[in-house]
Every structure is written in structure tokens, then in C-alpha cells.
């Protein structure tokens, strides 16, 4: 039976070689990743900073700290929003567990809480 045209030929070497331009340095430096890591003291922050003026957005657990301080998340916390605001980025939690904090070219989306549709009542 012939193939009905579920497979493509192969490409002329030709024609990949113009489909994929050559890439440099610069792009491979440039790229932007999702990393998760846990945050388990206090002295991970500097990577954690390191990591996103590098460009990349991290998922941290915050589990670890919090099992042996509550005080050192808050800390962290707040240590990291200071952070996140000092470079024009963003940070969020993500349910009880995980916090993200993005770098300045990336934004949280937030929900905005509908108001009320009825009408304002106004003093007579």
C-alpha cells in the first residue's frame, strides 16, 4: 500500500542550513528559565538573587525553612520582595508551599476582584 503523504521527505542539506541561522553567544545567554529550588536557609538567597538578575524565574518551596523557622521564611520573605521591587521584578505566592519571583522583564498575573454591579446609593 503507498504512503498516503503522512511522512515529508527529508530537506535538501541546502535548505537547512538556511533554515536555521547560525546562533551566537549572545543568544545562548540570553535565554530565560523556570527553575525550582528549595529554599532551605537563610544563605540561599544570594543565589536565588544571582539567579533571577540572570533573567530567570525560579518556583521556590519554601517547606524546608519553614520546618525549621517560621521567622527565617518571613524574613526571606520579605528580604526577596525588597529584592523584587529594588529591580523592577515580581514576586507572588503560590499556594502555602511556594513563592515565584520573576525577573523585570517578566510579570505575575493577578486576578482583579470584580466590583459590585449594583448601583451606589447616594445621600439625598
Known sequence: M???GLFRKPKKEEDEKQAVPPS???EVSSKTYLKAMPLRDLADLEEIKKEVKNGNVLILRITPLASKSIEDVKSAVNVLYEFAESIGGDIARLG???VVICPQNIRIWREKKQVSSKPLTTAA
Open 2 to 4: 503507498p504512503a498516503m
Open 24 to 26: 551566537t553567544d549572545k
Open 96 to 98: 502555602e508551599e511556594r
